[in-house]
């Protein structure tokens, strides 16, 4: 019995989630009430603060869900290919596929810098993960002799940067395709990773 409702807890707030990404995609955060999210999730009052203080800690749970993705699909490569130039590329890839793939959630990434200082404060732990795991990457090629001894912060702000600006030319203002987007930074990235390694 205890596992059933656990099973019902999760699935509920997983739809009132959903639903109230597709409300924020629709009419945008400011414009989505509790009220609308509690009528398309069809839970009720009580049920939402169950789970969620108020619409910002939702938003902030959509954020931190969106941030666990990103980084388990790039520490789960980074158990499985070891060659440091391919590791370097393919996770850039991979981070920039499931931008693609999450679409809606890639857009409120885009457009809720700003809202709150919370929220403000929950992208930055997000961004800093990533600098962290791009640090790590180039931290560890340093060590192993594979890349030049260089100052690392500034590339991996630099990465993110980079990410950032191509995922708003897709997401805003729509001068390129996802599909351009994830190429253009694996171009940039093959790029920086020759720059990067020592020459035999």
Request: aromatic share 12%; charged share 25%.
């Amino acid at each position: 019995m205890p596992i059933l409702k656990e099973r019902q807890n999760i699935e509920r707030r997983q739809r009132i989630m959903k639903c109230s990404l597709d409300l924020f995609i629709e009419k945008g955060y400011f414009n989505t009430s509790i009220r609308d999210i509690i009528y398309l999730s069809e839970v009720g009052t009580g049920t939402f603060y169950n789970y969620f203080a108020d619409k910002e800690d939702l938003l902030k749970a959509l954020l931190e869900d969106f941030a666990e993705q990103i980084i388990s699909s790039i520490s789960e490569y980074y158990t499985i290919e070891k060659g440091l130039y391919e590791r370097f590329v393919e996770t850039k890839r991979l981070t920039m596929e499931v931008f693609a793939q999450n679409e809606a959630l890639s857009e409120i990434y885009c457009r809720v810098a700003g809202t709150s200082a919370s929220i403000d404060q929950c992208l930055q732990q997000f961004e800093d993960r990533l600098i962290e795991f791009y640090s790590r990457n180039i931290e560890y090629g340093i060590k192993k002799g594979v890349f030049k001894n260089i100052p690392v912060s500034p590339i991996a702000h630099s990465i993110l940067g980079i990410e950032k600006l191509l995922l708003f030319k897709w997401i805003v203002f729509k001068t390129i395709t996802k599909e351009e987007m994830i190429e253009m930074v694996v171009s940039f990235h093959e790029t920086l990773a020759a720059g990067l390694l020592i020459n035999d």
